[in-house]
């Protein structure tokens, strides 16, 4: 995987939380999932990728922690009841 490829995780979960007029605060835990399984190392990974993968995944808990007040939101939401993290 390519460092775009890679980024492109962040950047679609920038615009969607971003620039919705809408409340988003119910869809951080399901950004923080699909964030989380990009930072798995893949074969195709280069070097800078895996390097920056590795550090990110360090900060994850830092950068985007799991709040009971996230949990709240996310159950509140009907278009969350599937988000495996709650279960």
């Known amino acids: 995987?390519?460092?775009?490829q890679f980024l492109r995780i962040f950047k679609t979960a920038t615009d969607v939380l971003s620039g919705s007029k809408y409340p988003t605060?119910?869809?951080?835990l399901l950004?923080?999932?699909?964030?989380?399984?990009?930072?798995?190392?893949?074969?195709t990974d280069s070097?800078?990728?895996?390097?920056?993968?590795?550090r990110l995944s360090r900060a994850l808990n830092v950068r985007i922690p799991?709040?009971?007040?996230?949990?709240v939101a996310a159950l509140?939401?009907?278009?969350?009841?599937?988000?495996?993290s709650l279960q």
């Not at 605060?25 to 951080?28: A, R």
């Not at 799991?66 to 949990?71: G, P, T, W």
Request: charged share 25%.
């Open 66 to 71: 799991i709040a009971e007040l996230n949990v």
């Open 1 to 4: 995987m390519n460092l775009v």
């Open 31 to 43: 950004f923080r999932a699909e964030i989380s399984a990009g930072l798995t190392d893949l074969p």
């Open 76 to 84: 509140l939401d009907p278009s969350q009841r599937n988000l495996a």
């Open 25 to 28: 605060f119910s869809l951080i």
């Open 47 to 54: 070097d800078m990728v895996k390097s920056e993968k590795k």
